[in-house]
């Protein structure tokens, strides 16, 4: 059975920190997709990485694929109150690419 | 999230009862995808149909589960005699073909009281 874990799974930081999030798996990933999700919604795919070490960046998030496709970690720089929210790491295997595995989940609160 | 429409957004039934969750799939989009969020879990696959064909359903539990995707109208998640456990967010996905990005409709949430 294939499993992401994220941590951490609850973090709080003041306004204008940087933050790093991290997804480890010992199971190789044909893909691996970040999404954030509000409460009460549904998870908004806010970015896919499918070679391993790419590096995507989107504004202030850097989004990173391990060179084994085992991990990948989301980076925020200068944090704001927007940025507060559920985030969600979501692998694909191989087998079934559609059949998306999801880490437990990352609880991001930015303190203005 | 634009374009997967699910309904109901919020949906109570007592024990015993039977729960249909719908799903309309973006424009142009044949493949469908079913997910469960029980409260402080992750999200876990369920099952994944394509018009009139279940392709993958191992994450579906055996009994009292059931979903369809027909020729024409909705998918529809079907969950008879609920019971507590089942309450949960449910949501749909869709994606134009196998490999493609899924996209999330908004859920459904249960509570099964």
């Known amino acids: 059975t294939q499993l992401l874990e994220q941590s951490p799974q609850f973090l709080s930081i003041q306004e204008g920190e940087n933050l790093t999030v991290y997804c480890n798996s010992s199971?190789?990933?044909?893909?691996l997709q970040w999404y954030r999700q509000e409460p009460g919604e549904g998870p908004v795919l806010l970015v896919t990485v499918v070679t391993g070490g790419e590096v995507k960046k989107l504004k202030r998030l850097t989004f990173q694929f391990g060179d084994a496709r085992k991990d990948s970690s989301l980076h925020i720089t200068a944090a704001q109150p927007g940025d507060t929210g559920l985030y969600l790491c979501?692998?694909?295997?191989?087998?079934?690419?559609?059949?998306?595995?999801f880490g437990q989940g990352t609880r991001l609160t930015i303190n203005p | 999230n634009a374009g997967v429409m699910q309904n109901p957004r919020h949906l109570v039934r007592r024990r015993g009862q039977e729960a249909r969750l719908r799903c309309s799939p973006m424009k142009g989009h044949s493949h469908v995808y079913w997910y469960r969020q029980l409260p402080e879990e992750g999200l876990k696959f369920m099952v994944y149909?394509?018009?009139?064909?279940?392709?993958?359903e191992s994450g579906m539990p055996k009994e009292r589960f059931s979903a369809e995707f027909p020729k024409e109208g909705p998918s529809i998640l079907r969950i008879q005699q609920v019971v507590r456990g089942d309450s949960a967010a449910y949501f749909c996905a869709s994606s134009p073909g196998y490999g493609n990005t899924i996209y999330f409709g908004e859920g459904s949430w249960l509570t099964v009281v």
């Open positions: 199971s190789v990933f044909s893909s």
């Open positions: 979501a692998g694909a295997s191989f087998q079934g690419a559609q059949k998306l595995v």
């Open positions: 149909l394509q018009k009139e064909n279940i392709i993958d």
